[in-house]
């Protein structure tokens, strides 16, 4: 399984921007699909966006329009730029892996997270 690094949190206030980036540490290539998930405390996790190896993506309702998920097979690195925030996408965000379509995203890989805070 590869391992996987997230940047790019931080505090940000209503209506402004952050990129995200979840760095693997081998090819991505391959890889099922790429997802960003999220927590906020005392609620349940959701998906934020995925992204498949065909280029296909899916998002949460809470986010599409807003949110754009993309990926960089040199790099290996996926990123979620994050446009218009809300101080309800406060959360932990964290990135998976699903290496296959068999196997359910939960028991990919995950990234410690990295917390996003939008707050004026």
């Known amino acids: 399984q590869v391992q996987l690094v997230e940047s790019g949190g931080g505090l940000v206030q209503p209506g402004g921007s952050l990129r995200l980036s979840c760095a693997a540490s081998g090819s991505i290539s391959s890889i099922y699909a790429m997802g960003w998930y999220r927590q906020a405390p005392g609620k349940q996790g959701e998906l934020v966006a995925i992204i498949f190896s065909s280029g296909n993506t899916t998002y949460g309702d809470s986010v599409k329009g807003r949110f754009t998920i993309s990926r960089d097979n040199a790099k290996n690195t996926v990123y979620l730029q994050m446009n218009n925030l809300k101080p309800e996408d406060t959360a932990i965000y964290a990135c998976?892996?699903?290496?296959?379509?068999?196997?359910?995203?939960?028991?990919?890989?995950w990234g410690q997270g990295t917390q996003v805070t939008v707050s004026s």
């Open positions: 998976n892996a699903q290496p296959f379509a068999s196997i359910p995203a939960e028991f990919g890989s």
